[in-house]
């Protein structure tokens, strides 16, 4: 008996012909073939009905399989072993040899890194030009540009030699072998990472400064001397290469106090990991970019020392953009928080912040939130922010009264 087409049987006798006739190709000519097999199978399945399969008697029976999934399943198997099956072909090579070139280009080289590429590649053009029968233009020498050139070449004339996969299955496979030779010795060639830090940091001059006195350690007085130099530079160098919560502290001190924008990308990058002294530097900085990022710790519920250095940060880089979301932190649980969020909208001097700021003067219980929030006032400085400060000059805050005597002064001046 002949089973249909919307019978499993029938698509389980056509996938083990496919199996059959996959294990028995041995040309690419009889890989697309099966491969053409494989999608015929694949339609006529999205078309096939399934009768649906009955369902168990005993609720402890497990439910049958799916006919229609055991078949996907075959096909997904089927094609894996289509594709492991096919080649290696001529572009194979190709991408490795492309692998090789881009990390060549892309890594930092030790001096003696680059001694190691040239035998590496001189090998390797050896062996693709035995296997081709051909010569190859191109010097070799210890340059990452000049061997990424080279690498080029090779990768051309692989290209271009019509390397059939059936016909010309020995040279493929000899040829992988040396790109497989080529990457392997790419991988063992010394990178600059590969050094140990201090001598990475060395190489790059970074104890040039010290001369022939080192305080201990000395990668700390090179830090405070490229901080007196202005040498942002070689402290994110430092900062980035060394591993020590207490070095990588005093790199962040000497940006905060430097408060170079060359070092926006990397504190912005640490202010992610919510660190303090980054947000610093990037209030310092005074540069636009990480205002959202500042926005959101600003509203850290829970956290008020994180909400004060964010909040003073966004004072120092003085956008308005920021007015409201610390104006609303006027009204924190926490003081200290309230009295930064005042300040800051002093700094940032935006006319918008004048009533929530009077509001603070008129009603918080915190004498030194009230002394901010007088001070702010008085750092926007429009008429109608110095009169409001004029009126609390009963208030028994110093900073208070120390603001009605500048706001008073203020207001007097032509």
């Not at 959101?296 to 519920?301: F, I, M």
Request: charged share 35%; glycine share 6%.
């Amino acid at each position: 008996m002949t089973a249909s087409e919307d019978d499993p049987a029938a698509f389980e006798e056509r996938l083990d012909e496919i199996a059959d006739a996959l294990a028995a190709a041995e040309t690419e000519a009889d890989l697309d073939e099966v491969e053409a097999s494989i999608k015929d199978v694949e339609a006529d399945l999205a078309e096939a009905t399934f009768p649906e399969p009955e369902p168990p008697e005993d609720e402890e029976e497990e439910e049958p399989p799916d006919p229609r999934e055991e078949l996907e399943d075959r096909l997904d198997d089927l094609r894996d072993d289509l594709e492991d099956q096919r080649g290696p072909y001529a572009e194979d090579i190709v991408g490795e040899i492309t692998t090789a070139s881009g990390t060549i280009s892309r890594t930092e080289w030790a001096e003696e890194g680059l001694d190691e590429l040239v035998p590496v590649v001189e090998r390797f053009v050896e062996a693709v030009e035995s296997a081709l029968d051909t010569d190859l233009d191109g010097t070799v020498t210890a340059d990452d540009d000049a061997l990424a050139d080279v690498l080029g070449i090779v990768s051309d004339a692989v290209e271009d030699s019509g390397l059939d996969a059936d016909e010309d299955a020995e040279t493929i496979a000899a040829l992988l072998d040396a790109t497989t030779e080529l990457n392997d010795g790419v991988e063992a060639a010394t990178a600059f990472d590969d050094l140990p830090v201090r001598e990475q940091l060395h190489r790059h001059g970074f104890f040039d400064v010290l001369g022939h006195y080192k305080d201990f350690p000395p990668e700390w007085s090179a830090i405070k001397a490229h901080e007196e130099a202005g040498d942002v530079e070689m402290i994110l160098l430092a900062f980035d290469l060394l591993d020590s919560n207490f070095l990588e502290d005093h790199c962040v001190d000497a940006l905060r106090r430097i408060a170079d924008e060359r070092a926006l990308d990397d504190m912005a990058q640490l202010a992610r990991r919510r660190d303090h002294g980054a947000i610093e530097v990037l209030g310092k900085i005074g540069s636009d970019e990480p205002v959202d990022m500042l926005l959101d710790y600003a509203e850290t519920e829970g956290d008020p020392r994180l909400q004060q250095v964010a909040i003073k940060a966004l004072g120092e880089i003085g956008s308005e953009k920021a007015t409201e979301t610390v104006a609303q932190q006027l009204g924190a649980d926490d003081p200290e928080v309230r009295s930064g969020a005042a300040r800051s909208l002093g700094m940032i001097g935006d006319p918008r912040a004048i009533e929530p700021l009077a509001d603070v003067l008129d009603e918080d219980d915190a004498w030194a939130v009230r002394g901010s929030a007088a001070w702010a006032l008085v750092q926007i400085g429009t008429e109608a922010a110095l009169e409001i400060v004029t009126e609390h000059e009963a208030d028994r805050s110093n900073l208070v009264e120390d603001a009605v005597t500048k706001a008073r002064t203020g207001l007097a001046e032509p």
